[in-house]
Each structure stands twice: as structure tokens, then as C-alpha cells.
């Protein structure tokens, strides 16, 4: 639900003015808290108040929840459908890797060899990013390593993982609503 500036320094008028009345100022708090994405039960577990409330509240608190709700969903699965997009196109979100496979390659051959990576640290460049011509840390080439063994140890899990993404997600109807869920 979007609530207008205007609209908005009006209730946010009410809720700090000591003359308002109780019931409007409570109002007026469970309008605003709507309107920032709460769910009907995290505004009343917030605010302290029985979800359906009595009176002419009961329309009000129901109507602006109930549009908070649905304005949240579809927020929420615009964004998934954003990120899935993406990743069918090959764009994947977050910074590049600071170790690539080829200076992975190169630790796990000079380790072979008996040198620490300690050793190998100073004569590794990272290639993009932020911090292009710098040396990776110690940490990130331990991680890197970390990982490199957890891969070999649980292949048919990286592989299982890779083959779910790839398929997509498969839609489930339920209700009125389609559901995107990743296939197992």
C-alpha cells in the first residue's frame, strides 16, 4: 500500500500531537504501520491491539491491511521474477569472484608442489573488481580452497544443485494465485 507525503505527515501530525483523540491517534498509528509493509497480525502484535478491532476501525484496519498485504506480494514476486529473469540471462547479482579458477588452480598446483599459501599469496593479482591488481586475501584463498573441497567431496550434490537451477522454477497454481517453486 503507498501512502501518499501528504497524507502521511497528516497522520504521523495526529500520532505526535498530545490533543488527538486515543482512538484516532491509534488509528492513525496502524494506518501508518500498514502502509510500511506490516501484516495485519505484525501491526497488532506491534501496536498492541486485537486484530479486529470494533467500530469503524474494524473497516479501516482490515481495508489499509489487507492492501499492505497484496502490495508486499506483488513487490515480492516482481523481485523473484527480476532475479529469475536474470539468471536465465547469466546475470547473477553480487560482487565477481576475487579468486578465479585459474589462480585457484594455480594454489592447489603450488600447494601440491609444497609451497604454503602464504607463499603463494604475494604472486596472485585479482583480475576485476574493486580491488583489481591487489592481492587476494589469506582468508579468501583459504574459503576458495574450502570450497574446492567441499566440491570434490559432495560432487553429485553440486552437480544435483546446478541441474535444479538450470531446469527453472515450475509453476504451481493454488487458489488464485501462481505459486513459483524451484523443482526437487
Known sequence: MSLPD????????????????????QRSRIVLK??????IMEVSRRLRVAP????????????FAAMAETERENIRESTLEG???AARKGKHGGRPPVITDDMLHTVLRRRAGGESVEQIQPDLIIPTGKRKGQNPSLSSIYRALAEHEKQQTYPEAVDQAHADFAVGPSPMKVGTRLLITRRA
Open 6 to 25: 501528504a497524507e502521511r505527515a497528516v497522520l504521523e501530525g495526529w500520532v505526535r500531537r498530545r490533543t488527538t483523540a486515543q482512538a484516532l491517534a
Open 34 to 39: 500498514c502502509a510500511d509493509g506490516h501484516s
Open 52 to 63: 479486529d478491532t470494533t467500530g469503524p476501525g474494524k473497516l479501516l484496519f482490515a481495508f
Open 83 to 85: 532475479l529469475d529473469t
